[in-house]
């Protein structure tokens, strides 16, 4: 053991001082930063003002237009779905923040037709295009598959007068902000796309926004 | 008198002696091959035993095997500072008579880059410094905003990230490289997940969020954010979460900028969701 002893040092000392190396100036910038991907930078080269000062307030004029044009103006809905939040706001206040339901991110294959769906609440811009009180819910095929349940032949079969409270907001494609009847499970990505509310929230936004208002989904 | 040389060299010749009693030829080699001249000997002492000769040997082999990549580094950092500074030396000699960027000209260099983020159609963060706020825009829209109270540093510690974000005003976006989970807390508790997943016959891992207790966001150049919440939350990885901290504390005497910045758990939550590699971000002075 003697003989040893003085061996014992470096062969400890090496896999260590290999180890911290490793993992201290090259495992986090692999791992973390992911430095392979090329970023590519669009901003490296700005614009400059024209010399001319006269020009240089118009052009500078130009881009504030430009930047206002797309902002909205008046009230407009974010609907945030990694927290499940909704927002009723202007540019400078927040009007009211309530808790909601989005997309659950899942997928459904019908294994008679090989057809699949995919529930998402879809993310960008959109506009309110319909408003209504007490709507039906017309239930789509994956509604029945999901229930292992046939598809009915009758349309009249589809329809469900219940499911989507006393208002519905649509936002294009099928997609409407509406009430629910699960109101224990707002605030958990429960839903197949739809944005479900507790009913004073959805009556509270319902009476404020017109058809056109802006819906901003990230 | 003896020197301490020669005490040595007694001292030396003494062991020797003893060790030949006890019949170790070895040793009587070394001691001929190291007593032919004073350094040697000095160093004799040291190198007496090759059993520490080796040790040594083999430190010093360990030892410039694992710098071989850090002298890479070393070498590169050098080279790139050699060329910053000459293309410091050209920026001081062109703008040595003209004016530094007027404000009108960063105004506008700024709303131009806001303007392409915009009109992207993607989502983009905002460091609003004047109004001390982290926004998320898109299509120029505020759809998320918190405040951004930095918890450790001052105004110095702002500065420094500015300048160093927007390198002397010739930047102002860059996109996230990385983001990094030190510890986080699952909002909602497994058991009525299972019940909800079981109902809806849904997996439960799609239903959770991650409520993060701290994470950090990384921009090139070694900028960094750490975003820390009042959640109590599991850790990641213990060993991880100390290497990171090691790589940022070795990266500091660098010129690495770091704010530190606390949120509420649910702003925390969608600003970790939503920064992933390549997320733009825009800083305003």
Request: glycine share 6%.
């Amino acid at each position: 053991m003697k003989k040893w002893r003085w061996f014992i040092v470096p062969v400890l000392l090496v896999p260590v001082a290999a180890i911290v190396y490793l993992s201290v100036l090259k495992y986090p910038l692999k791992e973390i930063s992911s430095t392979d991907k090329p970023i590519v930078l669009m901003d490296t080269i700005l614009p400059n003002l024209p010399a001319d000062p006269a020009q240089a307030k118009k052009e500078l004029q130009r881009v504030q237009k430009a930047l206002a044009a797309l902002k909205p103006k008046g009230l407009y809905i974010v609907i945030d779905t990694h927290s499940n939040q909704l927002y009723l706001r202007t540019t400078d206040s927040i009007l009211i923040r309530a808790t909601c339901s989005t997309g659950y991110g899942g997928e459904l294959v019908d294994s008679a037709t090989g057809k699949k769906w995919v529930f998402n609440t879809p993310k960008g811009v959109f506009k309110v295009n319909s408003k209504l009180v007490d709507p039906w819910w017309r239930k789509p095929d994956w509604a029945f598959i999901e229930e292992g349940e046939e598809i009915p032949k009758d349309p009249a079969e589809r329809y469900d007068p219940n499911m989507l409270g006393e208002y519905a907001l649509g936002f294009g494609n099928g997609y409407f902000i509406h009430g629910t009847l699960y109101t224990r499970l707002l605030g958990v990505a429960v839903s197949h796309g739809c944005v479900r509310l507790g009913n004073d929230d959805l009556e509270f936004i319902y009476k404020k926004v017109s058809i056109g208002t802006p819906v901003y989904v990230i | 008198m003896l020197s301490d040389v020669d005490r040595l060299l007694v001292r030396r010749v003494n062991h020797c002696q003893l060790r030949q009693i006890g019949g170790k030829p070895r040793t009587q080699w070394t001691f001929r091959t190291i007593w032919t001249h004073p350094t040697a000997s000095a160093l004799g002492y040291f190198y007496q035993d090759k059993r520490l000769l080796s040790i040594l040997c083999i430190l010093a082999i360990s030892f410039s095997l694992l710098t071989s990549g850090c002298r890479n580094e070393v070498s590169s950092l050098i080279k790139g500072l050699t060329n910053r500074l000459d293309c410091l030396k050209t920026e001081f000699k062109s703008f040595k008579g003209s004016e530094r960027l007027s404000e009108s000209q960063i105004k506008y260099r700024i709303l131009c880059t806001e303007l392409d983020l915009a009109e992207s159609g993607q989502i983009y963060l905002i460091l609003n410094l004047p109004q001390r706020r982290l926004e998320i825009r898109l299509r120029g829209a505020n759809v998320w905003q918190t405040p951004l109270n930095p918890v450790e540093g001052d105004s110095q510690t702002i500065n420094k990230f500015l300048q160093r974000f927007t390198k002397n005003s010739e930047r102002w976006r860059r996109p996230i490289t990385g983001k990094y989970l030190f510890a986080s807390q699952e909002k909602m508790p497994d058991s009525v997940l299972t019940i909800v997943s079981e109902v809806l016959n849904v997996k439960k891992e799609l239903l959770q969020r991650e409520v993060p207790e701290r994470f950090r966001i990384y921009w090139s150049d070694d900028l960094l954010m750490d975003i820390i919440t009042d959640v109590t939350g599991q850790k990641r990885s213990f060993f991880k979460n100390k290497v990171v901290e090691a790589h940022s504390a070795l990266r500091r005497p660098f010129g690495a900028a770091q704010l530190v910045v606390k949120l509420p758990p649910d702003d925390a939550l969608t600003l970790y969701r939503l920064t992933n590699e390549g997320f733009q971000t825009l800083i305003l002075p």
